[in-house]
Every structure is written in C-alpha cells, then in structure tokens.
C-alpha cells in the first residue's frame, strides 16, 4: 500500500485540476492518502424501521409503499413543493420534496421504496422532508465523507471505489500478525475495504476498531520516540537547589503541592542523565507560576540562562511583572521579548542574551525567531501548553544545547489523556489552591431571568468592580445567537448604557486586542463583552462577575476557564451560565459547574460525557489528529500501549522488517505536526 502514496490523485478517473486541489483541502494528495480518508458517518440503508419508530431516531431509513401523490404547489421564491403520502402498512407518512420535479415523477404509485432521513412527528402525523431514495433492494450501508467546497462526498465516493480497486492482493500490514492475533484485530486490507464499502453495521465496528487501535500504537509509538530522543540527550547538571532562597523571597506560602512540583523539578535537573522533561498541570489559580519562578530562579543561580514563552503579549507581560517584582532585589536579570518590543530594545534585548547578560527573557513567539541566539540557554518554560504546537517547543529547545524543559497548563486534564497528549513529559500535578483563592459561586438561569443579571451587573459596577459577558460567536450566523459586537452595542443603548463597555473577539488584530485587554485590565472599562479569546490570559483581580452567554455552546472545561477569570482578588465573585437548552444531557453537564469548583472533576466528568474534543477541539496540543480512535476509548488505549511497549522492548528503533511499516506509519502521522524530524 506504501507505493499508492506515491501515485498522485489526478491518476483517478475524473479526478482533474481543479478537483485535485479539493481533495488537498481534505489533506488528500495521493491514492494511498485517499484510502486513509475515512467516511464521517454512514446512511445505514440496511435496517429500515417503521415509521412510527423512525419518529424516535435521529437519522434512519424507512420501507414504505408510495399510496397518492398530491398536486404539486408553488410557494415562496417561486419554489415547488412535491409531496406524496406512503404508509408501511400500520402508519402513514407526507413526504416533501423541494423543486426536485425528477425524484418525484419517478417515484410510481403502490410501489414499495426505501426512504433515507429524519422523520418528524405531530401527534399521529408524521413527516419527512427532502429524503434519499432508492429502490426497496438497496439494502446497503453507505459512506458519508467530509466535504469541501464542490466537492461532494457522492464524488468522494466514487474516487474511493477506484482507489480501493488499486489495493493490491495482499496488503502489507503495518500490525504485525501476533500483535492482530493478540487483540483480535483484522487485517488492514479488510478493516480498509470495510471502513469504506462495509459488508454489515458489524463489519463496520471491527474495521474500526482496527483502525483506531492502530492510530493509537502509532502514536504512542511516535511519543515514546521523541521521549526516548531527549533522553539520550546528555543534561545541564545544576550543582545546588536555590529553594530555599526563593521562598524566602515570597510574600506569601506555598502550598504542599508546589513544594512538592518545585522539588520534583529541582531533583530531575539534580540527578537526571537527560534533561527535566515536566508537565507542571494545575488548576485555575493553583500557582503554577510560582513553581515556574523558582526553577527558574535555581537555573539562574547555576549560571543557565531561562527562556519563559507564553502566548499572548498581555500574559507575557504580566509575568515579567510579577517577576520583576519577586526579584528586584536579587542579582537576577530580566527581559521582556514580544512582538511589539521596539526595534532598538528588541536589538539590544537580543545582544545581552547572545553576551549572558540576561537571566530570564520572558517572551511570546518572538522568541523562536531565527536571529534569537542564547549564550547558555539551560530552561525552556512554555505557558499554556496547549496553546503550543510540538513544532514551536522544539524551535525554542533547539536555541540551547539539551535545555530543561518544563511546560505548564491550566487545562485540567484526567491523567489518562494528560499521558497521551504530553506522553513524552513527566507529570506533576497541582492538586492544591493557595490560601484566600476564592470559590466563584456559580449558577445556571435561562434566558428570561436576564434583567435581573443586568441589574447584578449594575450593582457590581457601582460598587467599583469589573464583569466579563462571554459570547460564542463573532459574527451573526445563527438566529439563535447574537454576536459579541451586536450584543455590546445592544447593551450601550439600553440597559446598561451608562457603563464603559468594550469588545474583544479573535478577529480583531493582536495590537487592537492587547490594546483593548491591557485598557481593561487597567480598569478603563466597565465591562469586556468577549469571545472565549479572554480564556486565558487575563488576570484581572477587580473582575467579580462572568456572565457566559448560550452555556451550552462551550465545554465543562471551556466553562471551567473562563470563570477562572474572576475569583482572582479579595471581593466575592460569581459565574453566572445563561442557556435555554432543553435537552438531559446538556443539563447535566451544565450542573457540574455550579455543584464544583474542582477543574479535576470536571475534566473527568468533561471527557465522560463528551469524550475528548474539548481538550482537543480545534487546537491539537501539537498532536497529529486523530480520524478514528477516540481518547475516551480507555480499553483501545491501554491495548495500544501495551503493544506499544512490547514492539519497543522487542526493537527500540523499528529496524525489523516486521516493524517497518508501522515505523513509516509513525513518520507519516508525525510529518503533520512538524515533528517527524525527531523520530529519526
């Protein structure tokens, strides 16, 4: 199969130009990427249901025989409404379709067909708009694949056909036979055919399960690599632990678990052959910053230079205040490195670092610009992990000689999916809050109780503090919901009129942005009505009420995040979720956040009931995606490492030839995120 990789899509009947480019949309390029291309979903044609019981599922397919056809009728824009009434023998069903004159005339009365959509119910009627049809014999299961542009799943399909008709007799298997007979996995030459053309709904979950298994292995494979890489690396040894001395810097005390994160650090730089290689994860407000302050502070104090990179100017630029501050009286030297740094200061920030003249340089991405050179870079801190591709950790670990590393996120993450996400750092965990942190009380109201929320607003602003309103969108897309701009102006004019309010969404330039976050964290607005671009970043102790729009838009842990945004002074605060969402399941999520503050729990209960797209989502952690395993498929995951760790402990570097394709597997995942230069 590795040679269709070579041969280009344009090969493919019907495949031209300009259908080329939208099959490289989908990361398509080559026959053996197409094959790779799985379907999203299936119309499963082959259980047809009545449909009295088609009413009670989403999508399905029904068998009924077509009684009478109605007139046709015009109606608005000139558009023809077809409808037909079919019965399946005990109920009867109007199906409609919309100016599509061909599928109507070739439906014939006292004809039994298959009809494929959603079926909605009014008492004893039922109906169904706009179905596919086909003949009462095509009981199959088709593939629904991703879209682009023109380029329709139909055409997708069609391509794939000869795609799979180029698949040679015998594929070569990446999963070497007793790893398939071990977990009772199929071969990839059926789990392919099957994934996209299956023979039954059953054949459909054992190619799955292969496939995921083998995303899975490979990936972990792919991390157990790159963690292997570094630690062949040989370490920066520090002589001495400054700890104590940095505490007695602080104004405040540590919690057991910093103590314990700052000794876990400390002894990895100690006593380590290779460098530290940390994941410090804590919760909203656990202090990870002050465990990132003291490694840093042992680091300089051994004569390493300490790179701190975060990913918005504005959070960049509170570190090295707050750090600033904790050593002004100290022989530690600091620099600021962002992206609005004057030229003349960039110049000269960039000469005392390539001289040693500077300890710590706290930054954004400016810092793995190309003409950035350390004279002895001896820590790597990024902030906000996941903010982070791999390919941008490893552009700033490449400016030292096999720095430290230590990486920091506020995402609470459950240690099984922290393990596959950072599976090449070691983890320390912040199970702790400081003390006088405040518990945000929160509570879930629907939309009617809104007066009585601006009314709160109102009385917060009059006592001086600061309230944060969260919008989901930017732009106005959807009736249901009103976008950040429209909502503020709303709120100008009426009922909050007389408070500052401002606007922060993702679409504005990154000076207007940091402009408008800097303005507020100065106390120059009244209210920041907001996008979840303010998730991280913002530390406004004055902020005392977070107002989050349509809850259910966003995830337990987004939630999570963005109520972290207050309870961050001495006054109390409050999180208040407004949603109209009817349905059980979204409730019960939603009551997680007002039953706990805890980000740990609900990051358990986050990836029970939603599995682990919010931690993923559009960001990827720096990690290949994922098409068909899932992270909260704990049995496949713990397969896969065990198969993992037997390949490695039977040929650490993949050289047999029965590991070869599952070593060009690896290569190929890996390429995507810029990282396949590492597994060499």
């Known amino acids: 199969m590795a040679s269709l990789y070579h041969q280009p899509i344009k090969s493919l009947s019907g495949v031209g130009t300009k259908k080329a480019e939208l099959f490289g949309k989908l990361g398509v390029n080559s026959v053996g990427e197409l094959l790779r291309l799985y379907p999203r979903t299936y119309e499963d044609w082959s259980n047809p249901v009545g449909i009295a019981r088609a009413s009670e599922l989403d999508v399905c397919c029904v068998r009924a025989c077509v009684e009478r056809k109605l007139p046709p009728a015009r109606i608005r824009g000139n558009m023809i409404v077809y409808k037909l009434l079919v019965c399946d023998g005990t109920d009867d069903m109007t199906v409609t379709f919309f100016n599509q004159k061909y599928v109507f005339e070739k439906l014939e009365t006292d004809k039994e067909y298959l009809f494929y959509g959603t079926v909605r119910s009014s008492g004893i009627h039922y109906t169904m708009s706009s179905p596919a049809v086909a003949d009462k014999g095509s009981d199959i299961i088709k593939p629904v694949y991703p879209q682009t542009g023109s380029l329709t799943s139909k055409q997708i399909e069609n391509a794939m056909k000869q795609a799979i008709r180029l698949l040679p007799e015998k594929v070569n298997d990446p999963i070497p036979p007793e790893i398939r007979d071990r977990f009772e996995l199929c071969g990839l030459d059926i789990a392919i055919r099957n994934i996209h053309f299956p023979e039954s709904s059953e054949a459909v979950v054992r190619a799955k399960k292969r496939l995921a298994f083998e995303e899975l292995l490979i990936l972990q494979l792919g991390l157990a690599r790159l963690s292997s890489g570094r630690h062949e690396d040989t370490a920066q040894h520090i002589e001495k632990a400054y700890t104590d001395e940095f505490v007695s810097l602080l104004p405040f005390e540590l919690t057991g678990a910093q103590t314990r994160a700052i000794g876990q650090c400390t002894e990895d730089m100690l006593t380590l052959s290779h460098p530290m290689n940390r994941l410090i994860q804590g919760d909203v407000g656990s202090g990870k910053t002050a465990v990132a302050a003291a490694v840093c502070y042992t680091a300089a104090k051994n004569g390493m230079q300490c790179a701190f990179m975060a990913p918005t100017e504005i959070l960049a630029a509170q570190h090295f205040e707050s750090l600033s501050e904790l050593f002004k009286n100290t022989d530690i030297r600091l620099s600021l490195l962002t992206g609005s740094t004057k030229a003349a200061q960039k110049r000269r920030i960039k000469d ?21 050179e350390f004279a002895k870079l001896g820590l790597v801190v990024t902030d906000e992990q996941h903010r982070f591709g791999v390919a941008q950790r490893a552009a700033l670990i490449s400016k030292g000689n096999s720095p430290h590393i230590m990486v920091m996120s506020a995402t609470p993450i459950p240690r099984t999916l922290a393990l596959m996400i950072f599976g090449d750092l070691d983890l320390s965990v912040l199970d702790e809050l400081p003390p006088g942190r405040q518990k945000v009380d929160t509570y879930l109201v629907d939309g009617e109780k ?97 107002v989050i729009e349509n809850a259910d838009r966003f995830g337990l842990s987004q939630l999570h995040q963005l109520r972290g945004r207050v309870g961050r002074g001495k006054e109390k605060s409050y999180c ?105």
């Open 352 to 372: 005392e670092l390539i001289l040693g003249m500077t300890d710590i340089v706290i930054g954004t991405h400016a810092l793995i610009s190309e003409d950035v």
């Open 450 to 546: 809104r007066g009585r929320i601006y009314n709160f607003i109102k009385k917060h602003v009059a006592l001086g503090r600061q309230c944060y309103i969260v919008c989901p969108l930017v732009e106005q897309n959807d009736s249901t919901l009103v976008s950040a701009e429209e909502y503020a102006e709303k709120l100008r004019n009426t009922v909050l009129s007389d408070c500052r309010i401002e606007v922060l969404h993702g679409k504005m330039k990154a000076a207007e942005k940091e402009r408008i976050m800097s303005g507020f964290a100065a106390g120059e607005a009244d209210i920041l009505v907001a996008t979840t671009v303010i998730e991280v970043g913002v530390n406004v102790p004055n902020a005392t009420v977070m």
């Open 576 to 680: 208040i979720m407004i949603s109209d969402v009817q349905g059980q399941n979204s409730l019960e999520r939603l009551r997680v956040m007002c039953s706990t503050n805890d980000g740990f729990k609900i990051a358990d209960e986050d990836l029970r009931l939603r599995g682990p797209g919010d931690f993923f989502g559009s960001r990827q952690h720096g990690l290949p995606e994922l098409k068909t395993a899932k992270l909260s498929d704990m049995v496949s995951l713990s397969d896969a490492g065990e198969a993992a760790r037997m390949i490695i402990e039977d040929d650490p570097e993949l050289s047999e030839k029965k590991y070869r394709g599952l070593k060009f597997e690896m290569e190929r995942l890996f390429a995507s995120v810029g990282s396949s230069e590492r597994l060499q």
